[in-house]
């Protein structure tokens, strides 16, 4: 009995692309591509999903012998790049959460406080890094993770193997994306703006009519106290804005 085994070569070609891709996205994605979740287990989602999506995608790529190293190299490339567009098309939507932490903190008087963030290793303050945990778990809580996924299957209908993404339709969806998140992070500190406006221009009247007060050490504790009670009254409707801009993004990629 022979066994024919001269797909392996071209099926090992489409394997290594189509992990370019999802490994790409799979990276950058909200929620399964945080610093919190070690290398190795993204390494093995990717791959997981990659095994998974060969058998349906497959026929997709084109047929390139293994001799031709350089439309192969060049497919790499293509591919990778789709993957962290896609992935960062995601990631930024998180940025709503520290344009809002940001804009919190500062209406309470916190903007100080500074704490690296686990989510992106670097220095952030610490409400908006409390609010990217909180929105991390909700993701999985909510298994808004799976809609992350099914944006990694429906970007083979988006952009098929071998395309050329244009430059202007890439520039408009990240600008698309920044935008929002900045406009939806404003929304969603907008109580707190409110408070920020009347309490200082309250601190200024105070200033004015009574002189003598120290109204610098007057203020600070009381906006940081009412700025917390603010942030427990309104922190599951400002989760709930957050999530809802994300699924409208995933939901896009996805469909």
């Known amino acids: 009995m022979t066994v024919n085994i001269s797909f392996l070569p071209a099926l090992a070609v489409t394997f290594i692309l189509m992990f370019a ?18 290398v190795r287990i993204r390494l ?31 497919l790499l490339f293509q591919e990778a790049i789709i993957g962290a567009v896609l992935g960062l098309t995601a990631r930024l939507t998180l940025t709503a959460l520290e344009v809002a932490g940001a804009t919190i903190a500062n209406q309470m008087g916190l903007g100080f406080a500074t704490a690296v963030d686990p989510n992106q290793g670097q220095q952030g303050m610490m409400i908006g890094n409390l609010l990217a945990v ?25 952009f098929k193997p071998g395309e050329i993404m ?5 520039t408009q969806l990240m600008l698309s994306i920044v935008s929002g998140a900045f406009k939806i992070g404003v929304q969603l500190a907008a109580p707190f703006l409110v408070f920020g406006l009347l309490f200082n221009l309250g601190l200024g009247i105070l200033a004015r009519l009574m002189p003598q007060l120290q109204v610098f ?14 942030l427990a009254a309104f922190i599951g409707a400002v989760m709930l804005g957050f999530l809802g801009h994300l699924e409208t993004v995933l939901v896009g990629v996805a469909r």
């Open 217 to 230: 050490f007057l203020g600070l504790p009381l906006s940081i106290t009412i700025g917390f009670v603010m």
């Open 166 to 170: 244009p430059a202007s339709d890439v």
């Open 44 to 74: 093995v989602i990717a791959l997981m999903l990659t095994l998974v999506m060969l058998p349906i995608y497959r026929s997709n790529y084109p047929t390139v012998p293994m001799a031709n190293f350089g439309p192969i190299v060049a």
């Open 21 to 38: 891709r999802l490994g790409t996205m799979t990276m950058l994605m909200p929620g399964i591509g945080e610093r919190g979740i070690p």
């Open 134 to 158: 909180i929105g991390v778990a909700l993701i999985f809580a909510t298994d808004m993770h799976h809609l992350a996924i099914g944006a990694l299957d429906h970007s083979y209908t988006l």
